[in-house]
Each structure stands twice: as C-alpha cells, then as structure tokens.
C-alpha cells in the first residue's frame, strides 16, 4: 500500500523534494548508485516533509522510505 500511495514530487528536482505518505513516517535516506549513502532524515511520524536537496551534486540516486510500520519503498530520485 505504501508503494501505491507514495508521493515524491517533484521529480526530476533542483532544490526540494516534498513527500506525502498515508502512514506516519520513520526515516528517509538518500543513496548514490554505487550504495553510498548521500543523506539520511529522521521524520518522527510525519506524513509529509519537505527535504532541502540544494546540496546534492545532480545526477541519480536512490531515495530509501521507510513508515512507522517498517514498510520500504525505494524509488529513483533524479537531482538537476
């Protein structure tokens, strides 16, 4: 359910990112594609949050969600 009801917006993005989840969420994390972790946000519950991404260099990563009730969603996050 997670996986469906998931928002990331916008992407591609150049500054923020905006996450809206149906379940509270625990922990937000940006990886490289080699794995590497980039940033990682601890959210408390909240079911929506904005992530400030000016200081990541462009190109692709990883964006790893995790809600209150340990479900994982991984998508692709496009940096411009």
């Known amino acids: 359910v997670l996986d469906q ?3 990331l917006f916008p992407n ?3 500054e923020d990112m905006f996450i809206n989840s149906p379940t509270g969420l625990n922990q937000v994390s940006i990886y490289s594609v080699a794995g590497q972790l980039i940033e990682s946000y601890t959210l408390n519950n909240a079911i929506s949050t904005e992530l400030n991404l000016r200081t990541i260099p ?3 990563y990883m964006i790893h969600v995790e809600d209150n009730q340990g ?3 991984n ?3 496009i940096k411009e």
Request: no cysteine; aromatic share 0%.
């Open 5 to 7: 009801e998931l928002e």
């Open 12 to 14: 591609p993005s150049q």
């Open 58 to 60: 462009s190109g692709v």
């Open 71 to 73: 479900n994982v969603v």
């Open 75 to 77: 998508r692709k996050l």
